[in-house]
T-cell receptor, first 112, second 110 residues
């Protein structure tokens, strides 16, 4: 079956360290993959989009990699801060028709 | 702030009642999407509009669900004869590759 997997367990990271979240998918060949942040009771907020021909993309303290052979994306937050605590979701558009398929998200907790 | 508002923010209803939610982008956008999200899960695509035309509907969208976007700006999502399984957060979004979400309407069906 087609699916997207993210670590279901919460990830606890000490402030100042790098947090790394994983998104694995099967049976898709997406043209791009996206990462969103979601705080409790709020809608997802777009963070980064990476295309299949891009290996890596950066935005401030955020970095995303995309390995189409492994069917995996890694999302890194460097110099993490308690304000980075949230659930992070990956999403892809398998048929390039803007209908996003989502992982269940990983809850990230940054401890001071 | 994404510029998308949704009303109401919370709705509690009894099973069997009809409910309607509204989504208003601040500025007009061609594509508007509806998603449903339950606790601990990612959003699930329900339907989307390009301008006023409803182009896609998920198989998740039963006949009890209907959505409209009459003038290509705001959109409504109606659920008829609500069931307890309809309890979820209903999110609307606009955009293309990158999607920008409203705050959602949390529906609780008793």
């Amino acid at each position: 079956s087609q699916k997207i997997e993210q670590n279901s367990e919460a990830l606890n990271i000490q402030e100042g360290k790098t947090a790394t979240l994983t998104c694995n998918y099967t049976n898709y060949s997406p043209a791009y993959l996206q990462w969103y942040r979601q705080d409790p009771g709020r809608g997802p907020v777009f963070l980064l989009l990476i295309r299949e021909n891009e290996k890596e993309k950066r935005k401030e303290r955020l970095k995303v990699t995309f390995d189409t052979t492994l069917k995996q994306s890694l999302f890194h937050i460097t110099a993490s801060q308690p304000a980075d605590s949230a659930t992070y979701l990956c999403a892809l558009d398998p048929d390039s028709n803007y209908q996003l398929i989502w992982g269940a998200g990983t809850k990230l907790i940054i401890k001071p | 702030d994404t510029g998308v508002s949704q009303n109401p923010r919370h709705k509690i209803t009894k099973r069997g009642q009809n409910v309607t939610f509204r989504c208003d982008p601040i500025s007009e956008h061609n594509r508007l999407y509806w998603y449903r999200q339950t606790l601990g899960q990612g959003p699930e695509f329900l339907t989307y509009f390009q301008n006023e035309a409803q182009l896609e509907k998920s198989r998740l969208l039963s006949d009890r669900f209907s959505a409209e976007r009459p003038k290509g700006s705001f959109s409504t999502l109606e659920i008829q004869r609500t069931e307890q399984g309809d309890s979820a957060m209903y999110l609307c979004a606009f955009g293309d590759n990158e999607q920008f979400f409203g705050p959602g309407t949390r529906l609780t069906v008793l």
